[in-house]
Nanobody
Framework: QVQLVESGGGLVQSGGSLRLSCAAS????????MGWYRQVPGNQRELVAA???????NYSDSVKGRFTIARDNAKNTVYLQMNTLKPEYTAVYYC???????????????WGQGTQVTVSS
């Protein structure tokens, strides 16, 4: 059974920084994709940043230049460094991973439980 556990959320003032972590555990063979999404009540979950198995990254326009996604393959962990935070970034942040549990198997999607990020003005 694969689990994704996020940590690092909290309350921070506008202009501050937070670093989110997402650790994957269980029977994992390889990752194809890991990403961070966020959701505000009443809105759809939206992509914030993603990183693929070859290291390519993608960011939403609203966070480019402020957020950095990185991964540690040895630890099966993905990070989201969030700098110069703004109140409109307040949301629940979710980790998403597409991974294979065996060689040649399908890449299935998994979600973490979410971590609250609150940016005060």
């Amino acid at each position: 059974q694969v689990q994704l556990v996020e940590s690092g959320g909290g309350l921070v003032q506008s202009g501050g920084s937070l670093r989110l972590s997402c650790a994957a555990s269980g029977s994992i063979f390889s990752f194809t994709y890991m990403g961070w999404y966020r959701q505000v009540p009443g809105n759809q979950r939206e992509l914030v940043a993603a990183i693929t198995s070859d290291g390519s990254t993608n960011y939403s326009d609203s966070v480019k230049g402020r957020f950095t996604i990185a991964r540690d393959n040895a630890k099966n962990t993905v990070y989201l460094q969030m700098n110069t935070l703004k109140p409109e970034y307040t949301a629940v942040y979710y980790c998403n991973a597409h991974l294979r549990v065996r060689l040649g198997g399908p890449a299935n999607a998994y979600w973490g439980q979410g971590t609250q990020v609150t940016v005060s003005s």
